[in-house]
């Protein structure tokens, strides 16, 4: 109830405004009327009046606009009447060409309103898959606190080709993050499929090798296709590069199984920045044979105040205007931030500075700081 109060009330708020605006063109045509009889009849400022509507269409719709034409021709009329003008023929062609002008105003605010109806929908719907897809983590897993991030190179986009997700197994956390190869429905297709199989898998898969294999299978599966059966733009075959981590609650390490994506970043409490790197190193998911019959699992250290940045490249291979790319260690081990929380925005508001607000590729991060046990 009050979501729809407050929705209500938006609504109220831009209807006065709009209306408290229709005063703006009502006033020109009063104005261009006035002097139109001031003037006499030799000079005819009639033809300026199309300029009411034409402004009316820059805050209204096409009922707004068709009354400010409909005024408009009315003013026209009066002055033409007062005038008294002897070119009965210009006159004539004058008032034809408001009334035609006026209703092609009318037309295309008709069609642009129509448009962002459509656009309304699109990005609603947009917005509905985005949290489907890529549910915002949850602050808190157990003895984890966590913060996210997502951003979509393209700015209309809410979906893109990076994901990330949690679950909270039996004495534990586990965790994905990953970047799929290429853009486009066929990279959104299968990111859901990867995050789909994760979120199906992790509770019945209880060791990472077995995830591992059943997320091979959903990377796998055929990407999108266009009505005629071809790959769309940016589809085909492609992969997922991918880090799923396995953090337990009570043990002060975490195993991780990469699969060719950027190493995690452990950060510790004295300042220290170290690279996660995978013992051997594995192809990504979705490459059939090349898959590995068996997944190494690497353990590291994990110990209550240390904090995990899971990244995808579209951070470490973001560039400034000379082309170098986003220093992301060096970033961290500068900071002062502790809590996921607080890195996230600071990364988040660094790197957009950095690249001047323009992303070359989708952006997935998640910081995840393990708390001292109550």
């Known amino acids: 109830m009050r979501r729809f109060g407050k929705h209500r009330s938006v609504r109220s708020r831009s209807w006065r405004q709009g209306r408290a605006l229709v005063v703006l063109p009502l006033a020109l045509i009063a104005v261009i009327v006035a002097a139109d009889v001031l003037n006499g009849p030799r000079i005819h400022l009639g033809p300026l009046l199309i300029v009411a509507p034409a402004i009316t269409a820059s805050f209204a719709g096409p009922g707004s606009v068709a009354l400010i034409g409909l005024v408009a021709v009315a003013a026209e009329v009066l002055t033409g009447a007062f005038d008294r003008w002897s070119g009965v023929a210009e006159f004539e062609t004058q008032l034809s060409s408001l009334v035609l002008i006026s209703g092609l105003i009318v037309f295309f605010t008709a069609v642009r309103q129509r448009h962002r109806r459509e656009l309304k929908a699109a990005r609603s719907v947009a917005e509905t898959a985005q949290r489907a897809l890529m549910r915002p983590l949850p602050e808190r897993i157990g003895p984890l606190c966590i913060a996210s991030l997502y951003l979509t190179a393209e700015q209309e986009a809410k979906v893109g080709g990076d994901l990330f997700g949690a679950?909270?197994?039996?004495?534990?956390?586990?965790?994905?993050?990953?970047?799929?190869?290429?853009?486009?429905?066929a990279?959104?297709?299968?990111?859901?499929?990867?995050?789909?199989?994760?979120?199906?898998?992790?509770?019945?898969?209880?060791?990472?090798?077995?995830?591992?294999?059943?997320?091979?299978?959903?990377?796998?599966?055929?990407?999108?296709?266009?009505?005629?059966?071809?790959?769309?733009?940016?589809?085909?075959?492609?992969?997922?590069?991918?880090?799923?981590?396995?953090?337990?609650?009570?043990?002060?390490?975490?195993?991780?199984?990469?699969?060719?994506?950027?190493?995690?970043?452990?950060?510790?409490?004295?300042?220290?920045?170290t690279e996660l790197r995978a013992g051997t190193p594995a192809p990504p998911?979705?490459?059939?044979?090349?898959?590995?019959?068996?997944?190494?699992?690497?353990?590291?250290?994990?110990?209550?105040?240390?904090?995990?940045?899971?990244?995808?490249?579209?951070?470490?291979?973001?560039?400034?205007?000379?082309?170098?790319?986003?220093?992301?260690?060096?970033?961290?081990?500068?900071?002062?931030?502790?809590?996921?929380?607080?890195?996230v925005e600071r990364l988040h508001e660094d790197l957009r500075a950095y690249v001047d607000g323009s992303l070359d590729d989708d952006v997935a991060v998640i910081a995840i700081k393990r708390m001292p046990a109550r």
């Open 167 to 185: 679950a909270r197994i039996a004495g534990g956390t586990r965790l994905i993050i990953g970047d799929v190869r290429g853009k486009g429905l």
């Open 187 to 273: 990279a959104v297709d299968t990111s859901a499929l990867v995050v789909g199989a994760f979120r199906a898998a992790a509770h019945l898969r209880s060791a990472l090798p077995d995830l591992l294999s059943f997320l091979d299978g959903a990377a796998e599966a055929e990407p999108a296709r266009t009505g005629d059966g071809d790959p769309g733009p940016g589809e085909g075959e492609g992969f997922v590069t991918a880090a799923v981590l396995d953090i337990p609650d009570e043990e002060p390490r975490v195993r991780v199984a990469n699969r060719g994506h950027p190493p995690p970043l452990l950060l510790t409490p004295g300042g220290g920045v």
């Open 285 to 343: 998911l979705g490459l059939g044979e090349l898959s590995p019959d068996e997944n190494d699992v690497d353990a590291f250290p994990f110990h209550p105040g240390d904090l995990l940045l899971l990244y995808t490249d579209g951070v470490i291979e973001a560039r400034d205007a000379t082309g170098t790319f986003y220093p992301l260690a060096e970033r961290l081990a500068s900071w002062r931030e502790d809590d996921p929380a607080p890195l």
